[in-house]
Antibody, heavy 116, light 110 residues
Framework: EVKLVESGGGLVQPGGSLRLSCAAS????????MHWVRQAPGKGLVWVAR????????RYADSVKGRFTISRDNAKNTLYLQMNSLRAEDTALYYC?????????WGQGTLVTVSS | QSVVTQPPSVSGAPGQRVTISCTVS?????????VHWYQQLPGRAPKLLIY???NRPSGVPDRFSGSKSGTSASLAITGLQADDEGHYYC??????????FGGGTKLTVL
C-alpha cells in the first residue's frame, strides 16, 4: 500500500522553529519529486515547496522563501520541512504529496499552530 | 502575478451535471500549462481526480471528466451523487514553473 505519514507538527511561538517529517512506504520514494502543501483552517490548498529526486533542485513559494528548507533522505524514505522564523500566518495543516499524475499520493497532514 | 481562478461555489441536484471552471492567468507563459483537479471531501486529504487536463487516474469513475482550451479548464461531474459534496481544486503552474492551486470550489449537492 502506498502511504505517506507526516509528523512533527505542534504548537510553537512566533519566531520559533519546527521540523516536519514525512515517511514514505509502498513505492520507490527516490524516483519521485516530492512536495509540501499546506491548508490554513477553513481555507484552500497552498503549495509550499518541492524537491527533486536526488535533492539537488528545490523551489519554494514566495511566502516561505528564506525561512523554510525542504530536504529528503532517500535511504530513509523520508521527506523533511525545516521551518524557521514561524509566523501566525504559517498556521496550517501541512501535507506531503507526490503530485505525480497517475502516481499521485497525499499524506493525512500534520497540524502546525503558531501562537503565543 | 500568476493567478488560478475558480468559482467559490457550485451546486446541483442528485443525478444532474455540474461543471467547475478554472482560469489560469499567466502573462508570461503560453497556453500549454497542464491543469490537474483534486477532490477534497470533508475531513479528508485531497485526492487526484484528473491529471494533465483530461486524464483520469485508475479508480476514478468516468462521471468525472476534464477539458482545457487555451488558458481555461473545466471539470465536469455527471450523475451527481450526495457523496460528491466537498471542495474541488484545480492546480496549474505559475510563470516560473512552480505549482499553483486555485482557491477551490465548494460543491453542494442539493
Amino acid at each position: 500500500e502506498v502511504k505517506l505519514v507526516e509528523s512533527g507538527g505542534g504548537l510553537v511561538q512566533p519566531g520559533g522553529s519546527l521540523r516536519l517529517s514525512c515517511a514514505a512506504s509502498g513505492f520507490t520514494f527516490s524516483h519521485y519529486w516530492m512536495h509540501w502543501v499546506r491548508q490554513a483552517p477553513g481555507k484552500g490548498l497552498v503549495w509550499v515547496a518541492r524537491i527533486s529526486t536526488d535533492g539537488s533542485d528545490t523551489r519554494y513559494a514566495d511566502s516561505v522563501k528564506g525561512r523554510f528548507t525542504i530536504s529528503r533522505d532517500n535511504a530513509k524514505n523520508t521527506l523533511y520541512l525545516q521551518m524557521n522564523s514561524l509566523r501566525a500566518e504559517d498556521t496550517a495543516l501541512y501535507y506531503c504529496a507526490s503530485l505525480a499524475a497517475e502516481d499521485d499520493c497525499w499524506g493525512q497532514g500534520t497540524l502546525v499552530t503558531v501562537s503565543s | 502575478q500568476s493567478v488560478v481562478t475558480q468559482p467559490p461555489s457550485v451546486s446541483g441536484a442528485p443525478g444532474q451535471r455540474v461543471t467547475i471552471s478554472c482560469t489560469v492567468s499567466n502573462s508570461n507563459v503560453g497556453t500549454d500549462s497542464n491543469v490537474h483537479w483534486y477532490q477534497q471531501l470533508p475531513g479528508r486529504a485531497p485526492k487526484l481526480l484528473i491529471y494533465a487536463n483530461s486524464n483520469r487516474p485508475s479508480g476514478v469513475p468516468d462521471r468525472f471528466s476534464g477539458s482545457k482550451s487555451g488558458t481555461s479548464a473545466s471539470l465536469a461531474i455527471t450523475g451527481l451523487q450526495a457523496d460528491d459534496e466537498g471542495h474541488y481544486y484545480c492546480q496549474s503552474y505559475d510563470k516560473s514553473g512552480s505549482e499553483l492551486f486555485g482557491g477551490g470550489t465548494k460543491l453542494t449537492v442539493l
